[in-house]
């Protein structure tokens, strides 16, 4: 069984699509709180349909408390789209814990540059390439700064992220392409 670990999401119905598709796969999903909804929300379910009630769910305090309960050798594959390393590069194992980042900011630069060898993106255009309207998006001086991912990329395990201020996938999109390419590699047992 594959582990679909959500931190801080802020869209219930991403959340809601995505827990459906875990109960179509048999696979298992991880809240990291806070949550930027209720779990009553309406949307939530709405998105979830008549599948959420089936679903294996497990709400967690933090991002602490959540490596409390899975332990440290947990094998974990950390969804960014600041990553080199591409998501079909990795080797998924039954167990695997597929961890992605709120809609808004991704997954925190510290956690990413503290584990830069389990960072994966799905790949697609920088801005530049995709956004014809890049610029209108927000001026170009409003750069983040990235020190603590940068500051770790001796590897060069991470892409320019000023790159891919803008781009980005739907967070129930990325989930299942990645979760699908888990199940691919793992023979889609039982399905």
């Not at 582990?3 to 699509?17: D, Q």
């Not at 998924?92 to 992605?100: E, Q």
């Amino acid at each position: 069984m594959f582990n679909v670990v959500l931190v801080t999401p802020e869209i219930p119905a991403n959340t809601g699509n995505i827990g459906r598709t875990c109960v179509v796969t048999g696979s298992r999903l991880h809240l990291v709180c806070p949550l930027g909804f209720s779990l009553d929300e309406r949307s939530l379910h709405r998105a979830g349909l008549g599948y959420w009630e089936s679903l294996d769910v497990t709400v967690h305090e933090s991002w602490d408390a959540f490596l409390d309960v899975v332990g440290p050798d947990a094998h974990l594959h950390l969804l960014t789209k600041k990553a080199r390393r591409t998501y079909v590069e990795a080797r998924y194992h039954d167990g695997d814990y597929l961890v992605f980042g709120c809609e808004s900011t991704g997954l925190p630069e510290g956690l990413l540059a503290a584990h830069a060898d389990r960072c994966e993106r799905i790949p697609m255009l920088p801005d530049a390439a995709s956004l014809e309207n890049a610029q209108s998006w927000g001026a170009s001086d409003e750069r983040c700064d990235h020190a603590a991912l940068l500051a770790q990329d001796v590897c060069g395990n991470f892409v320019n992220p000023e790159d891919y201020r803008i781009s980005a996938l739907n967070l129930s999109n990325a989930a299942a392409i990645v979760l699908y390419e888990a199940l691919r590699q793992t023979g889609f047992q039982g399905m």
